[in-house]
């Protein structure tokens, strides 16, 4: 089974604390079975049909408190500081601390209960959660996994205003001047290659701010998805695999890191 990523975990841990066991367990089922129909974003809202007893699917409707652009502009101002957070957020990935930058935003970026979780189905049921809502709410934990920016949707911006907002702050000087694009570098003719493991990451020259960012479609692809199965024994093969996949997820965030300092 496949360890859940940790925004994930964190997003279902609410939902395993509510004290109706049962209903959770009905909820788990339909989520399994595929009742879910489907899950839509409108803004910061969720609207998910579920197919019930009924004929007719319920409709679902969930969301959170949206920030304020206040609020928004602060985040934004914190996460824009860090190099590796607007990497993260660039190849899809949430990251470890994220939550420490809302918090010093005055703001928290999970529900602190389901209290704080606006839900409503047209279900008869008067429980909230039903098991419809309880549904939705485990197929989300799907969701996120694929792509943690829908959970800053839920708080009011999508994922393409984030990146847009935080590619627009790095994109400046702090006397908010567009950084000068410099001169082509000199080709220098070596009559060896530097293989000093240490300058790997080394590059001196300023990078366009229009530069276009190509990212993976998911943190589990990497070059090893392309070069396919190595040539040896399973064993062997499993263990280089195991050992280098960390490594090739790593690179492309401190690409994205070096290259937004």
Avoid at 199 to 211: G, T, V
């Amino acid at each position: 089974m496949t360890e859940q990523a940790w925004w994930v975990q964190k997003w279902l841990e609410l939902l395993d604390s509510y004290r109706f066991k049962k209903r959770l367990e009905r909820a788990r089922l339909y989520a399994r079975e595929g009742n879910v129909l489907s899950i839509d974003f409108e803004d910061s809202q969720v609207i998910a049909r579920v197919q019930g007893s009924e004929p007719e699917p319920y409709i679902v409707d969930l969301s959170l408190a949206a920030f304020s652009d206040e609020e928004w502009d602060y985040i934004i101002k914190l996460l824009s500081k860090k190099a590796i957070y607007s990497a993260q957020l660039l190849t899809g990935q949430m990251p470890d601390n994220i939550e420490r930058v809302f918090i010093d935003s005055g703001v928290n970026l999970f529900p602190f209960s389901l209290a704080d979780i606006r839900s409503r189905c047209t279900c008869p049921d008067q429980a909230n959660p039903c098991k419809h809502i309880g549904a939705v709410y485990y197929q989300l934990g799907d969701r996120f996994s694929v792509d943690p920016l829908l959970l800053l949707q839920l708080r009011g911006r999508t994922k393409s205003q984030i990146l847009e907002a935080l590619r627009e702050k790095r994109s400046y000087s702090s006397d908010n001047q567009p950084l000068a694009v410099s001169e082509p570098p000199t080709v220098v003719e070596k009559t060896a290659p530097d293989s000093a493991i240490d300058r790997f990451w080394q590059y001196d020259e300023e990078l366009a701010p229009s530069l276009v960012v190509i990212t993976p479609g998911s943190e589990n692809q990497t070059i090893l998805n392309i070069l396919g199965n190595f040539p040896l024994a399973a064993p062997e093969s499993d263990a280089i695999e195991q050992f280098l996949k960390p490594i090739y997820r790593q690179i492309p965030q401190e690409a994205m890191a070096i290259a937004l300092q």
